[in-house]
């Protein structure tokens, strides 16, 4: 889109004009303005920088039939004024072409209109990173001088959304979201024959909050402790899984928690009979999993932004107020995710997916503080990440994937070198059943899915008997 173009199309102003266009007999209009600005670098070295801007309307027309409400919508991106109209018939065709939608409802509303709805979308700039980039500038000389390379991206995301709807609705949230992704590399070392590989990854909303310094200083002791290798075979080992790991598991199992799908009997949440296992125990440590769009740091959108239907999303909930919601509460299943339709169906309260994630055990050690306790009956292991993860039944939500960028060997409470990388098969419900210990709950970034979910905070687990299933090659 073109600076002019973004000037003289205000995104509330697109937004009334779509909902004065409508012919339909209900509508629903999201303006996603979105501004990212990112860094990425090689071998101690800047290689490219940019920012971008974008805006994407999402038309939702509703028009209703004897035999029910149909719904029809229609997404496209860089949307001038003079698109509108072509994309309002657009989406009142799609629904006049299609049958009664299963999860029709009344549109949301009601509520009190966002303060800065007129307002200009927020926006971010290379200025996110006036701090960040050079201390990361100091953190490449200091690296290369200790001969490690580093390599790594840095995201920056702010996402204005604007929601107004032919029922009044008049809601915006602002959403920024930040990645750091940080690996670094040396040769062969010590005992280890083959190039060793670090990884730490941080979430943040602003970079002011991430130190390069320090997290090469973690890349760095790292490294050192893989200069000593050991081979181990497959086998169940004491585990030690870092917030980020444990964010790789429990967003897959929150993406699982379908309140409509368990019903129907479809998944680990499934009881037989046609019910849910809502209410039964999960875990043996008194955990609480939730979610909560006014987490401090962690701030989410209040309100339900659905741009399409299917499963327990809607898009007939959008506007639909979030509060907090516990998943999980003291080691039981608390709450699936549900639209209003699904909800109505299966007699589970309405709780529709909020965009954080919390793990919280009432610990408050450190994940230090768990290596100082594992590893004295035999040798534990301390996970970095976990990659490439895939379903493999979804009854009992087993999962398969691998360990990556350092696995290390604890014994007698230290950490003693790196061992070769695994093949896990594991559940993340049966692995909460299994956890002996939870650490303090900090912000996190999950290696696998932080791309599109990243705003969690975990606790770092002890599981006795985490499940490496085969030895891995890979680095």
């Not at 229609?74 to 003079?82: F, L, Q, W, Y």
């Not at 991206?153 to 809601?171: D, I, K, M």
């Not at 989410?300 to 898009?315: E, K, M, R, T, Y």
Request: glycine residues 10%; proline residues 6%; contains cysteine.
């Amino acid at each position: 889109m073109s600076a002019a173009t973004h000037r003289t199309t205000a995104p509330h102003e697109i937004v009334e004009r779509a909902l004065d266009l409508s012919r339909a007999d209900g509508c629903v209009v999201i303006a996603d303005e979105r501004s990212s600005a990112n860094l990425r670098w090689a071998r101690n070295a800047l290689t490219t920088n940019g920012v971008t801007r974008d805006r994407t309307l999402t038309v939702i027309a509703t028009v209703d039939g004897r035999e029910g409400t149909a719904s029809g919508v229609v997404s496209r991106s860089a949307v001038t004024a003079e698109d509108l109209e072509p994309l309002v018939r657009a989406a009142e065709a799609a629904a006049s072409g299609a049958g009664p939608a299963e999860d029709a409802g009344p549109l949301v509303s009601g509520g009190t209109p966002s303060a800065t709805f007129t307002e200009a979308p927020a926006e971010t700039s290379s200025e996110v990173f006036a701090a960040f980039a050079p201390a990361l500038g100091e953190a490449f000389g200091r690296a290369r001088a200790a001969g490690r390379d580093l390599y790594g991206f840095a995201y920056h995301e702010l996402v204005s959304s604007y929601l107004g709807t032919s029922t009044g609705l008049r809601l915006r949230h602002d959403q920024p979201s930040g990645t750091l992704e940080l690996n670094a590399k040396a040769p062969g070392a010590g005992d280890a024959p083959v190039p060793r590989s670090a990884w730490v990854g941080r979430a943040t909303n602003n970079f002011t909050d991430v130190d390069p310094l320090a997290l090469d200083a973690e890349l760095a002791q790292r490294l050192e402790w893989a200069r000593r290798r050991t081979e181990l075979p497959a086998g169940r080992y004491e585990t030690l899984l870092p917030p980020t790991a444990v964010a790789d598991l429990l967003i897959y199992q929150l993406w699982s928690s379908s309140g409509r799908d368990a019903a129907e009997g479809r998944t680990v949440f499934s009881k037989p009979g046609g019910s849910t296992k809502v209410g039964e125990r999960l875990a043996k440590l008194p955990l609480t999993l939730r979610s909560d769009p006014g987490e401090p740091g962690l701030e989410a959108a209040p309100f339900v932004l659905a741009h399409s239907s299917g499963g327990d999303a809607s898009v007939f909930d959008n506007g639909l107020p979030l509060g907090p919601t516990e998943w999980i509460r003291d080691g039981a299943l608390s709450r699936l995710v549900t639209s209003r339709h699904s909800a109505a169906l299966t007699g589970l309260p309405v709780a529709p997916a909020v965009d954080n994630l919390i793990l919280d055990g009432g610990g408050s050690r450190s994940l230090a503080d768990l290596v100082a306790d594992a590893g004295h009956d035999g040798p534990a292991l301390l996970l970095t990440c976990l990659w490439y993860i895939r379903e493999v039944d979804p009854a009992t939500l087993l999962l398969t994937g691998l360990t990556r960028d350092g696995v290390y060997l604890v014994e007698r409470g230290e950490v003693v070198g790196e061992v070769n990388n695994f093949r896990f098969n594991e559940s993340p419900v049966d692995l909460l059943s299994r956890a002996s210990e939870a650490g303090r709950t900090e912000r996190t970034l999950s290696r696998e899915w932080g791309d599109y979910f990243p705003r969690t905070a975990m606790p770092a687990l002890r599981v006795p008997d985490f499940h490496m299933s085969s030895v891995s090659e890979g680095v």
